[in-house]
């Protein structure tokens, strides 16, 4: 037996200040927000966004992606990826899972250990190093926290040299605890750790 088809639509989210509709990021978003409400009307599965930095395109998911999924109620939303590079695997975890709780779980995510960019070293301007290998242990350390796998010691437990809690996955955590774990978010089959 097989499966039914899905589709879904992957938006770059580009704009230009001299042509086209799009002159602004701000309306990038909010165009992306109404696609999505159309696509969901007529029956589309997912909403995917591209993520780039250095460029006129979308860069920061997780408002994005949680203003779809208020306006929305069935359609999958999701990355399709955010480099690693880029991210703080703890902070990112919680904004998925603010995101996917605003979604009721319909976020799905797709990471990456690198592509290239328009800019040399880029992730260097955010502070983080450009190493593939970095890039995969932040993967590993953002898929155990939402997975609401126990990811720092909480303080009284430090001081005690107990081991660190669990984090529940049915609502974002504090890193300082555990790391934050969105319900559903997960990177799709085929999706992780791809360069």
Same mark, same amino acid.
């Given at each position: 037996?097989?499966?039914?088809?899905? $589709?879904?639509?992957?938006?770059?989210?580009?704009w230009h200040p001299g042509g086209g509709l799009t002159h602004?990021?701000?309306?990038?978003?909010?165009?992306?927000?109404?696609?999505? %409400?159309?696509?969901?009307? %007529?029956?589309?599965?997912?909403?995917?966004?591209? #993520?780039?930095?250095?460029?006129?395109?979308?860069?920061?998911?997780?408002?994005?992606?949680?203003? $779809?999924?208020?306006?929305?109620?069935?359609?999958? $939303?999701?990355?399709?990826?955010?480099?690693?590079?880029?991210?703080?695997?703890?902070?990112?975890?919680?904004?998925?899972?603010?995101?996917?709780?605003?979604?009721?779980? &319909?976020?799905?995510?797709?990471?990456? &250990?690198?592509?290239?960019?328009?800019?040399?070293?880029?992730a260097e301007a955010f502070g983080y190093s450009v190493d593939?290998?970095?890039?995969?242990?932040?993967?590993?350390?953002?898929?155990?926290? %939402?997975?609401?796998?126990? #990811? #720092?010691?909480?303080?009284?437990?430090?001081? &005690?040299?107990?081991?660190?809690?669990?984090?529940?996955?049915? &609502?974002?955590?504090?890193p300082t605890a555990s790391g934050g774990a969105p319900g559903?978010?997960?990177?799709?089959?085929?999706?992780?750790?791809?360069?």
């Open positions: 037996m097989t499966s039914p088809k899905r $589709i879904g639509f992957l938006s770059f989210g580009a602004t990021g701000g309306d990038a978003l909010r165009q992306t927000v109404e696609l999505a %409400i159309a696509a969901e009307e %007529i029956g589309i599965d997912g909403a995917f966004v591209r #993520v780039h930095h250095f460029a006129r395109q979308l860069s920061s998911p997780f408002p994005l992606l949680a203003a $779809i999924g208020v306006r929305t109620s069935r359609i999958e $939303i999701g990355t399709g990826v955010i480099d690693m590079r880029y991210e703080n695997p703890l902070y990112m975890a919680e904004t998925a899972a603010a995101a996917d709780l605003l979604a009721e779980g &319909r976020l799905q995510l797709g990471v990456s &250990r690198g592509s290239p960019e328009p800019a040399w070293h880029g593939h290998d970095e890039a995969r242990e932040k993967t590993a350390l953002f898929r155990a926290a %939402i997975a609401g796998g126990a #990811v #720092v010691p909480p303080m009284r437990a430090a001081a &005690r040299g107990t081991r660190c809690s669990r984090s529940s996955p049915s &609502r974002p955590a504090s559903h978010a997960r990177p799709p089959s085929g999706q992780g750790n791809r360069g």
